[in-house]
């Protein structure tokens, strides 16, 4: 199953530390997505990335996050020096060129982070 | 006002009943329209594309109103099943390629 793959799929924290969110897009698919979901909400566009390149981050915080997305290995998400408001699920989409035209995205079953 | 926008919820009916969701949307450069279903807990999972001609698929049925900016989606014959958080998605590349999800709202189909 070639499926969109995050791990961990949950992560306790305490306050201060870090948190590393990992996606492996579906194979053949070359653009990565971020969104975070807080609890009884919507999804929220976080970042849009292909191989070595952000194409879209204007929904990441200023401060204390970072995506990449390198030529080899998953994208990861980055989150220093956690708050107790960073605790969410945090879904990773990926989509084939293609989806430039179509929008579809294919979603990971997603990372939950709690912070202590 | 957030790009888009839904119904708020959530939606309690019985089975068997027909449930209609709106939705609209504020970015008149929108090329692609989705819903999306989302479980519990789960990801998000694409229900179907929205076409301007409107589109069916069993039980469901899509529409699009370009000209109003506006989406629908209508659930015949309900199912104990289709409980879950129904999403709207908005596709444009312009400004950037991106995918916009309305918060959702949510359907509980009672026996």
């Known amino acids: 199953n070639a499926g969109v793959m995050q791990n961990p799929r949950h992560l306790v924290r305490r306050r201060g530390q870090e948190a590393r969110l990992r996606c492996s897009p579906m194979?053949?698919?070359?653009?990565v997505y971020w969104y975070r979901q807080l609890p009884e909400e919507g999804l929220k566009f976080m970042v849009y990335?292909?191989?070595?390149?952000?194409?879209?981050e204007s929904g990441m915080p200023k401060e204390r996050f970072s995506a990449e997305f390198p030529k080899e290995g998953p994208s990861i998400l980055r989150i220093q020096q956690v708050v107790r408001g960073d605790s969410a699920a945090y879904f990773c989409?990926?989509?084939?060129?293609?989806?430039?035209?179509?929008?579809?995205?294919?979603f990971g079953e997603g990372s939950r982070l709690t912070v202590l | 006002r957030k790009e888009v926008e839904q119904d708020p919820g959530p939606f309690n009916v019985p089975e068997g009943a027909t449930v209609a969701f709106n939705c609209t949307y504020s970015?008149?450069?929108?090329?692609?329209f989705f819903w999306y279903r989302q479980d519990c807990r789960k990801e998000p999972k694409l229900l179907m594309s929205?076409?301007?001609s409107g589109n069916e698929d069993g039980r469901f049925t899509a529409q699009l109103n370009r000209a109003s900016q506006y989406i629908s989606l209508l659930i015949r014959d309900s199912k104990l099943s289709d409980s879950a958080t129904y999403l709207c998605?908005?596709?444009?590349?312009?400004?950037?390629?991106?995918?916009?999800f309305g918060a959702g709202t949510r359907l509980f189909v009672k026996a």
């Open positions: 989409a990926s989509s084939p060129l293609s989806s430039e035209v179509t929008g579809e995205l294919f």
């Open positions: 194979k053949g698919h070359s653009h």
């Open positions: 990335l292909q191989k070595e390149n952000i194409i879209d």
């Open positions: 970015n008149s450069a929108s090329q692609s």
């Open positions: 929205v076409y301007s």
């Open positions: 998605v908005v596709f444009r590349n312009t400004g950037g390629f991106k995918t916009i």
